[in-house]
């Protein structure tokens, strides 16, 4: 049924329009409009298809009420039925949207009837055509892709949603407003691009950076083709964003590249740079690498940007607000918590957050830092320091993927990084593992060298006493020889035991107050005759007010002999020594001077280290096993004081200073020290030859030579000797008669001497019964061993012995403990 309403305040018109349209239109309802108010409720109330109108109204015209219908209705169609018009009356209601123009008379009725089927035949085309595009509209914009359409001009006229979201437009209005060629990349030639296009009429879909309405950029693959419709051609484009592929794509190759850099070498400062030059400008504006130093401070190892200019601003930023490492936000924050911070837009409020003062502030705007991401570079659970990417004058923001690469670079960098510190470890390793066998072959070397040399005396000196008639002056020459040189032999065994104590601990201090000028003097008297020798003028400044120390004199003794030895060799002829012995704030200064070779500076480092020595070669000009000074430092250490050495370089001497604290002065502590210096000196030997006579001694002994020395010194001294070479043999003798005493060699084959005296002091006889002490149960018993070492002594003490001797044997010191024993038991 088709809905008319009719406008016209002539009945007689009225009725011959109406009667018209209803022949024509059988199916039809007519709605008669005469006055304005009839009018306004009909326009309001709507349900017509079309309209007829008068244009000569009492109310109003038609050119009026056209433009209020349309402006209510305006898909409706209108048509004009008046014979009041005229031809400029009709154009401008054309202009105003009417439809058909028909002049009331009896020839022209038919005319109006045909005007009303064309105008509403021609309104539901245009509905239908508007569905239809209302639909299709519809559906591109539920596509993802996005779509829009382009004069040849490049003017954007239509567009679906997805395009508009793409450009990060709102409306359609704000897209037409962009033109064609300031949507893509710049590389683009558009009118090269047009031509071939109107050419071939379709172009093959690029790939493509589009550039958006907010300044950022995303990639797309675009697909052209050529239109025409309604004798116009457009450009009609699908658009569709493969952001996230080409990023994943360039992410595979960025992380490629990092990766040829990141294993092109060992030297990850070089490395690094190389990193943030890559990073710089694919990635980032800025980059920076901030590593944490063994010192727990933070350095900033690279800078990067395209301006070095900005890289200088940049390095004097930094210097005058370096990392402040409790910092709520930015690098401080990803070091405390190990997690990357991510910054999309980097507000006002952050730069004011982190300012330090209003200068800073400053800075930090003119950068016009727009986005950043700060990470940690992390190896095994350790934090190395962080890695930052910064955004400014590309505008980028930076967005999740961006942090998954960030970080995927980082785990990288800093397993680069962890690499690169334990090659730089094992390679230190490695160096010192080779020095230390370089040493060791240089001390093994050595080692044979200074035991063979006097060795070489000895038993040259020896061999002569046996095949030679010797005068009175050589033969004393030739035992002073062999005394001399079984003494350095000595030292150098007690230096090689010294070190074997230090490394393993074991070495002990006897500490009691002392004065030290007895020890300097003690430590000097031996060196006496080889400074007189070499015409070396001694001085010394000793100070007898000095006061008391807690210590060992036995080995400072040894500390200060050692240092008197070395300025004694190391001092050509004619050079001088200087001892000096002050108060130094609560210490005691021994200073020993000399004018001899002095020290190498690269030397000077390593001067008290095991095994150095400034010249190792065989063409050395001075022997020693390059110990005593080591030994001499750790046992200053142990009294807790401190040994150093100065020299100004090769030739001008070197001077030693050793600082020990010192004790309070009492009567009490005088008493100890002065009685300590009241020993009997047995240089020239014990007077009484007969101290032993009539004493009854068993010595086992394994060894030939050192039991025939033994009988011979104790035979020497009036002692009736029973010498046997095993525990078997010793109990063998023990059971026939019971000794004086026992002299026992601790090592031996098969049972040692502790088996023997175990079984004397515990166990029974050959009868299977305890010894009493009548048999032998207390008899005093003295061990006899190479093994020196005071755990030694304290075993054997333990063990059920009154004595421990070690070998080498004095000859004196034997006798002496000996007769002390028998007095004692």
Not at 146 to 152: A, I, N, Q, Y
Not at 236 to 251: C, G, H, N, P, Y
Not at 748 to 766: C, H, K, T, W
Request: with cysteine.
């Amino acid at each position: 049924m088709l809905r008319i309403l009719l406008i016209d305040d002539n009945a007689d018109d009225r009725a011959l329009a109406i009667r018209v349209l209803s022949h024509e239109f059988p199916d039809t309802q007519i709605t008669e409009i005469t006055n304005a108010e009839e009018l306004a409720q009909a326009l309001t109330g709507g349900g017509f298809d079309i309209v007829v109108t008068d244009y000569l109204l009492r109310w109003s015209d038609g050119i009026q009420v056209l433009q209020r219908i349309k402006s209510q209705h305006p898909n409706c169609p209108v048509v004009m039925f008046t014979n009041s018009g005229s031809q400029e009356i009709a154009v401008e209601a054309m202009k105003s949207g009417l439809d058909d123009y028909v002049i009331k008379s009896p020839q022209r009725l038919v005319r109006l009837a045909i005007a009303v089927r064309r105008a509403y035949e021609r309104a539901e085309e245009r509905r239908k055509s508007d569905r239809l595009e209302l639909r299709l509209q519809s559906l591109l914009n539920q596509l993802d892709v996005g779509v829009f359409r382009s004069t040849l001009n490049g003017q954007i006229v239509e567009a679906n949603a997805a395009f508009l979201k793409l450009l990060s437009v709102e409306t359609l209005a704000e897209a037409q407003m962009i033109q064609l060629a300031e949507l893509f990349d710049s590389s683009l030639d558009i009118v090269q691009l047009l031509e071939r296009l109107k050419q071939d009429g379709h172009l093959p879909a690029q790939e493509i950076q589009l550039r958006r309405a907010n300044g950022s950029t995303v990639w797309v693959c675009w697909s052209k083709t050529l239109n025409r419709l309604d004798n116009e051609t457009f450009i009609d484009s699908l658009v569709e964003d493969i952001t996230s592929r080409k990023q994943a794509e360039l992410s595979l190759q960025f992380l490629a590249e990092a990766g040829a850099i990141l294993s092109s070498s060992l030297d990850y400062e070089t490395t690094l740079a190389q990193i943030t030059q890559l990073v710089v400008p694919q990635v980032a504006d800025w980059c920076a690498i901030d590593l944490i130093e063994p010192n727990q401070t933070v350095r900033r190892t690279v800078l990067t940007h395209q301006d070095p200019d900005k890289v200088k601003l940049g390095q004097e930023l930094q210097q005058r607000y370096p990392v402040d490492l409790n910092a709520s936000q930015g690098i401080g924050r990803v070091l405390q918590t190990g997690k990357t911070e991510r910054y999309p837009i980097i507000t006002d409020e952050q730069l004011v957050a982190s300012a330090r003062d209003a200068d800073h502030l400053r800075i930090l705007r003119e950068l016009g830092l727009k986005s950043a991401i700060v990470v940690p570079l992390q190896a095994h659970g350790r934090i190395l320091g962080t890695i930052t990417f910064v955004s400014a004058e590309s505008g980028r923001v930076y967005s999740s993927t961006d942090q998954i690469l960030a970080e995927e670079l980082a785990r990288r960098a800093a397993l680069a990084i962890d690499n690169a510190h334990l090659y730089d470890v094992a390679q230190q390793e490695r160096a010192t593992a080779q020095s230390a066998s370089r040493l060791k072959d240089e001390f093994l070397a050595t080692l044979s060298h200074e035991l063979r040399t006097p060795l070489n005396a000895i038993l040259g000196w020896s061999r002569m006493l046996r095949t030679s008639n010797l005068n009175p002056t050589m033969l004393n020459n030739a035992l002073e020889t062999i005394e001399r040189n079984a003494k350095l032999q000595t030292q150098l065994v007690e230096d090689i035991l010294n070190v074997s104590k230090i490394i393993n601990g074991k070495l002990r201090l006897n500490v009691r107050p002392i004065s030290l000028i007895p020890v300097i003097y003690n430590a000097l008297e031996p060196l006496e005759a080889a400074i007189n020798a070499k015409g070396i003028t001694l001085e010394t400044y000793l100070d007898g007010s000095v006061g008391f120390v807690a210590g060992d004199s036995d080995r400072l003794q040894q500390v200060i002999w050692n240092m008197l030895s070395n300025a004694v060799k190391f001092t050509p002829g004619g050079g001088q020594i200087e001892i000096h012995l002050e108060r130094v704030d609560t210490c005691a200064q021994i200073k020993i001077c000399d004018t001899g070779i002095g020290i190498k500076a690269d030397f000077l480092a390593h001067v008290f280290e095991r095994f150095s020595q400034a010249d190792g070669s065989t063409t050395r000009k001075y022997g020693g096993l390059g110990l005593g000074l080591a030994v001499a430092r750790h046992l200053i250490e142990l009294h807790g004081g401190s040994i150093q050495a100065e020299s100004a370089g090769e030739g001008q001497g070197a001077t030693f200073t050793i600082r020990l604290p010192l004790l309070p002065v009492t009567n009490k502590a005088l008493t100890v020290e002065q009685s300590s210096f009241q020993e009997t000196d047995n240089s020239e030997g014990i007077e009484n030859r007969a101290i032993l006579d009539g004493l009854r001694i068993l010595l086992v002994e394994d060894e030939t030579d050192g039991r025939e020395l033994v009988i011979f010194i104790l035979q020497s001294y009036g002692a009736d000797v029973v010498a046997v070479s095993s525990v078997s043999d010793a109990l063998k003798e023990f059971a026939q008669q019971i000794p004086d005493l026992l002299i026992i060699d601790i090592s031996m084959p098969n049972e040692n001497g502790y088996d023997l005296i175990r079984q004397v002091r515990l166990f029974e006889a050959s009868r299977s019964e305890s010894l009493t002490p009548a048999q032998g149960g207390q008899i005093p018993a003295i061990a006899l061993t190479a093994y020196a070492s005071e755990e030694e002594r304290q075993q054997a003490i333990a063990s059920g012995f009154q004595a421990h001797i070690s070998k080498p044997i004095d000859p004196d010191d034997l006798v002496i403990e000996v007769a002390n024993l028998i007095e004692k038991n």
